[in-house]
Each structure stands twice: as C-alpha cells, then as structure tokens.
C-alpha cells in the first residue's frame, strides 16, 4: 500500500495539519515562494490521486455494450 493511501485511510488528522507561516517561511526565506511549492505538491497529489481513482475505475467500464444490449439489460432487471 502506498504511503499516501496510507495516510488517506487512517483519517484526517494525519493529512491536515496546522502551520506556521513563520515556519513556512523560514524553509525558503520567501513566504509567496513556499507557499507556491505547497501548491504545487497539492497539485501532483491531486492529479496521482485522480489518475489512480480513474484506473479502478476503468476495471468496471465496459466499451463494448450497444444501446440495445443496455435496454435489454434494463428489461432483464425489471423482470427480476
């Protein structure tokens, strides 16, 4: 298991924590520059979280059902 699912299943309180501006700041003596470096992180978790939702995701597509396979399916659950 990866870190980052790690750290998502055991709650909140390990992802979000409170910082320091000060704190923040002193890392790269410029508040905006620190700031800008933490977004960018945001951003690469945000797009490998997605890329991984949309591959679980993609085990459950089916590409090759037609409009009339999905009706007839529609019946076959009504029947049932």
Do not use: P
């Amino acid at each position: 298991m990866s870190k980052l699912r790690r750290q998502l299943s055991s709650g909140t309180a390990n992802v979000v924590e409170t910082r320091s501006l000060t704190d923040v700041k002193d890392k790269t003596g410029n508040l905006y520059e620190s700031i800008s470096i933490v977004a960018k992180r945001a951003n690469q978790i945000n797009i490998s979280l997605k890329e991984e939702l949309h591959n679980k995701l993609e085990e459950f597509a089916s590409h090759t059902d037609s409009l009339e396979e999905i009706h007839e399916n529609k019946i076959n659950i009504e029947i049932v």
